[in-house]
């Protein structure tokens, strides 16, 4: 009975995994859909907005726990609800999600994953010792290691509840409105679009594309500057101390 209850949150994630990829769920993660189903979703969001909110952020959370790709959803946010509603619902989901996991690897599983994880684990366990919050939130800033692997570390590492919220939550910030900016392109190119005449001005529409996606592709920038700017001022830092 023991050993039962500490598989257990293993044994409902992997179930949950296996499950979705059996029963074909995946395929409803193509971002395409978002294309195809343009009408569908934008009058779904219209006529039940906070219900298809609420149910977007447990859905997002779900994936999470479950370890499922989710970054489909990160542009779907700002498609379906806008950039400003859309990026908090993926960093209020995400976080619960997260949250869960860790839960999960920090009570039972803890001693188990650590030592299959052990000589991995210990490799990190000096520079999260050496400050433990801020390895945290560059952990989630950096998204060095896969948003599975992100969740569970620091369960391992013996990282407290707090600190693991707080750092999740501001620390998936940039790369969450940048995504979430993609679906809000994609929307408001749609909508170029669908003039309601069968003759589309290909350049004005290519021209939409471009300034809609505009922002998108200046915060995928700044994100991907994000390692190098830090890099630059930690090295300087550890120079002066």
């Not at 029963?23 to 009408?39: I, R």
């Not at 803890?110 to 366990?125: C, H, N, R, V, Y």
């Not at 948003?147 to 569970?152: L, S, T």
């Amino acid at each position: 009975m023991a050993n039962l209850k500490k598989w257990l949150p293993l044994l409902i994630i992997v179930s949950g995994f296996a499950l979705a990829y059996f029963m074909g769920w995946f395929k409803y993660l193509d971002p395409q859909l978002l294309v195809e189903k343009s009408d569908y979703l934008q009058s779904l969001v219209s006529d039940n907005f906070l219900l298809v909110l609420v149910g977007f952020i447990a859905l997002y959370a779900i994936l999470t726990v479950f370890m499922l790709p989710a970054s489909i959803l990160t542009v779907a946010s700002g498609f379906l609800f806008g950039i400003y509603v859309g990026a908090p619902a993926v960093v209020m989901g995400a976080t619960l999600g997260a949250c869960g996991l860790f839960l999960a690897a920090k009570t039972s599983l803890q001693d188990t994953l650590k030592g299959i994880a052990g000589p991995f684990i210990s490799k990190m366990e000096a520079e999260y010792n050496e400050s433990p919050f801020a390895y945290l939130f560059t952990l989630r800033l950096i998204p060095v290691f896969p948003f599975a692997v992100a969740n569970i570390a620091p369960a391992l590492l013996g990282a407290k509840f707090r600190d693991y919220l707080i750092t999740t939550a501001l620390g998936i910030i940039p790369g969450t409105v940048a995504y979430s900016l993609i679906g809000h392109g994609l929307r408001e190119t749609l909508k170029s679009a669908d003039t309601g005449s069968k003759d589309i001005n290909v350049a004005e529409l290519m021209g939409a594309t471009f300034v809609n996606m505009l922002p998108a592709f200046g915060m995928l920038i700044l994100v991907a500057l994000i390692p190098i700017i830090y890099k630059k001022f930690m090295s300087k830092s550890k120079v002066v101390a």
